[in-house]
């Protein structure tokens, strides 16, 4: 049926009405469904796009951190591969040692000592690498003969020479193998070759920082210190100032990559120097050890060291280098010339001592390897000074060192990030262990020179961070005194290897040798007898020059940190602490004496208490028998005893 409303209009039933209602939630759910759909592959969308900015974001990121290894790596290869190089031909002369490579090793000096020439020694050293393989690889053919240029063998024992030949002597000889035997040069022109490819590489890095930068000039829009600049000298990092050092960890490490040997160029040279005593223990090692006592005379900032001592130092070592070459090469075969020292061939030990070529004594011949080492670190020290000479016009000296200027640098004492925690761990703690390493040098060996050590480390540890507190002067006067005595413990050990490999064994059973050898504690550290080899014998650190050696670089640093700004916050630090330390100690005891107070006050209250209660159990005894029962007596008994 149908029903009318009173406007004569058709009226909707309540059947219906349901099924409108129905229809609409239908169209309400679509229209939901529909959105629903709309917002969930909307969510998938940006899923699928942060996934992909993320990956996009790690691909940028690895290419980035790629690309700059890839410039470091070009970068230290530009400033260390020059020495390098130069390594590896001394390696190869030394492993090979004849006259012909004796040529390359005076260039090799050459080089190092004067920078201007380095790109004519160069040119030698490509023609000398592959002379060399020429010849030695025509030299296997069967029409060459290495006996046509042989000496007579009793001319070979007479000369003492290692070489049976002068073809030998000279520098070829008959092989199984030939890659091996002509590896070493090979090496040679490989590393000259991306020696080469390293520069021209740098240049174009050069070439488009420029073209960069005008291009930066010429458009408005893009600022032109936008334009990262590449590392400028020596400098492995760019855009590293001195005040970014004091910013984090990382700007340190930095800066101290691009001036650490322009710092603490001197004290790495004269550590490596005592190094170099420690290993040799010979009369080339005497003659450092007394090289090491004048430079450490003479003041860093001297006009002595710098225009007169430190060129003798560097050219005295090329000059010992070529020496020990000569040595171990020795003289023609043909010329059957016998040397004086011949007839050291039963004392082993002087020989190794004196560093000679004797028949049947075979030397180390790896030694002037270690005197490179300290060749190539001196020379760098030699360009430093000369550079800061050219730097510092208006000194008093003409010379300063980089550094050593009184810079207002900031507090870290109370610092607390990574940066403040290792400065405080050095600027405050390297001091204790120079004591530490000077006891543990003490203990090791027991003579009189250790019995020095010992005493000087007790007097320093007895008054403590006191000694932190003195006069600037005296304090490095104290300092200056132990690190001479350490440096007079090196030349004595030194000059006391002469004794023990030559005349020890020869006056062993003298009460006076007994004497000195106790006191002194001496030990060969060459072999003493001709059957042994010569990589054997005593231990290199018998004599405790290695810990001689480690305390010399260990009271360097620690002077060096004397006369740092940093150490002025260590001493503000220090003086505040016993300024405000009895301030403190009455505070404690103060506190102590209130936590007393208020203990026995506490106690009184309490014992207060119980006198209460006990009273009241005296005048109600019948509440005690109730409370806890028995007797009259037994109770009077308690209370008597509370």
């Not at 040069?185 to 020696?195: D, F, K």
């Not at 492995?236 to 990559?257: G, M, P, Q, T």
């Not at 860093?300 to 001592?309: E, V």
């Amino acid at each position: 049926p149908v029903f009318h409303d009173g406007s004569g209009g058709p009226r909707a039933t309540p059947a219906s009405a349901h099924a409108a209602a129905a229809a609409a939630d239908l169209i309400a759910g679509d229209s939901l469904g529909e959105d629903n759909d709309e917002d969930t592959s909307s969510v998938r969308t940006e899923t699928e796009m942060s996934w992909k900015q993320v990956a996009r974001w790690l691909f940028h990121r690895t290419v980035a951190t790629i690309s700059w290894l890839l410039a470091l790596l070009w970068r230290l290869l530009e400033l260390h591969l020059n020495r390098l190089v130069l390594t590896i031909i001394v390696v190869v002369c030394i492993s090979d040692i004849s006259a012909f490579n004796i040529i390359s090793l005076i260039f090799v000096m050459i080089s190092l000592l004067i920078p201007g020439m380095t790109s004519v020694c160069y040119l030698f050293f490509n023609v000398w690498a592959l002379v060399s393989i020429q010849a030695k690889m025509g030299f296997q053919l069967e029409a060459f003969n290495q006996t046509d240029v042989a000496t007579s063998h009793n001319c070979t024992l007479v000369n003492g020479t290692r070489f049976k030949t002068l073809g030998e002597w000279i520098g070829f000889h008959k092989v199984s193998y030939l890659p091996t035997y002509i590896q070493g040069y090979l090496w040679v022109m490989v590393l000259i070759s991306l020696r080469v490819v390293v520069r021209r590489h740098q240049r174009a890095v050069q070439a488009q920082y420029r073209q960069a930068i005008k291009q930066a000039q010429a458009d408005a829009s893009l600022p032109v210190s936008s334009v990262a600049p590449p590392p400028e000298g020596t400098h492995l990092f760019s855009n590293v100032s001195r005040e970014d050092a004091d910013r984090d960890v990382a700007h340190a490490i930095k800066y101290l990559c691009n001036h650490g040997f322009e710092l603490f160029g001197l004290e790495m040279t004269l550590f490596v120097c005592a190094l170099v005593i420690s290993v040799r223990q010979d009369a080339f090692a005497l003659l450092y050890a007394i090289f090491l006592i004048v430079l450490l005379m003479a003041s860093a900032s001297s006009r002595l060291q710098r225009y007169f001592l430190w060129p003798v130092f560097c050219i005295s070592i090329a000059l010992f280098i070529l020496v020990q070459y000569f040595l171990l090469l020795g003289l023609p075969p043909i010329l059957c010339y016998t040397p004086p020292w011949d007839s050291l061939e039963n004392n082993t030990g002087l020989v190794h001592w004196l560093f000679l070529s004797v028949p049947g004594v075979t030397q180390n011949k790896w030694f002037p390897i270690t005197d490179f080492i300290l060749f190539i670190s001196a020379t760098v020290q030699l360009h430093n000074f000369r550079k800061n000479r050219s730097l510092s016009r208006g000194s008093d000296d003409g010379y300063t060192r980089l550094g050593d200027q009184p810079t207002l640098v900031a507090d870290f004492t109370e610092g607390e990030s990574w940066l403040d925690f290792f400065k405080r761990l050095i600027f405050h703690h390297l001091f204790w262990l120079s004591l530490a390493v000077m006891f543990v040098a003490a203990t090791t060996r027991t003579s009189i020179l250790s019995l020095g050590y010992m005493i000087m480390s007790f007097v320093f540890l007895w008054y403590g961070g006191s000694q932190l507190l003195l006069r600037p002067q005296r304090l490095m006067r104290r300092w200056k005194f132990l690190l001479a005595y350490t440096a007079t413990v090196i030349l004595i050990k030194t000059t006391l290897q002469l004794w023990s490999c030559a005349f020890d064994e020869r006056y062993g059973d003298a009460k006076w040798n007994n004497i000195v050898s106790s006191l002194f504690a001496t030990s060969c550290h060459h072999p003493v007898n001709s059957t042994a080899p010569a990589t054997t014998g005593g231990s290199q650190d018998d004599s405790g020059l290695f810990l001689d050696s480690l305390l010399l670089a260990m009271l360097l640093l620690q002077l060096r940190i004397f006369s740092s700004a940093y150490f002025i916050h260590v001493v503000h630090h220090l003086e505040t602490i016993m300024e405000f330390a009895p301030d403190g100690l009455r505070m404690l005891l103060r506190l102590q004496h209130g936590r007393r107070r208020a203990r026995r006050q506490l106690e009184k209250s309490n014992l207060m208490i119980i006198r209460d209660r006990v009273l009241q159990l005296e005048k109600e005894p019948h509440l005690f028998q109730t409370l806890y029962g028995g007797s009259e007596y037994k109770s009077q008994q308690v209370l008597y005893f509370l």
